[in-house]
């Protein structure tokens, strides 16, 4: 299974990305689908997950109400949409795909089985 994250950048305070992650390898359906970043000196956090079928979606409270992850199974790719970036969203992003992901993992590490390479997120003050 391969992960390749993409749709990073340097982008001003206020404005918007949207992070893109395509899986390959298996059948994407399968896979609960997640996003999480490390800033600089900090240990990498959960960001944002989604469920299988895509109905239900987690947040980190830092980027709850500005950021929404999606998926399109038709693709093998899922998406995080990023607005009303602040300078301390400033982080490398990781996608990350679980198989056997359960409600108690689903935010965190422990509950997926593959990782994406990264992209850098920038936002500039």
């Known amino acids: 299974v391969q992960l390749q994250a993409s749709g990073g950048g340097l982008v001003q305070a206020g404005g918007s990305l949207r992070l893109s992650c395509a899986v390959s390898g298996r059948p994407f359906k399968i896979y609960a689908m997640a996003w999480f970043r490390q800033a600089p000196g900090e240990e990498r956090m959960f960001v944002s997950s989604?469920?299988?079928?895509?109905?239900?979606?987690f947040y980190a409270d830092s980027v709850k109400g500005r950021f929404t992850i999606s998926r399109e199974n038709a693709k093998n790719t899922v998406y995080l949409q990023m607005d009303s970036l602040k300078p301390e969203d400033t982080a490398v992003y990781y996608c990350?795909?679980?198989?056997?992901?359960?409600?108690?993992?689903?935010?965190?590490?422990?509950?997926?089985?593959?990782w994406g390479q990264g992209t850098l997120v920038t936002v500039s003050s």
């Open positions: 989604i469920n299988r079928s895509g109905g239900s979606t």
């Open positions: 990350a795909a679980g198989q056997r992901t359960i409600v108690s993992t689903i935010r965190r590490e422990i509950g997926y089985d593959y």
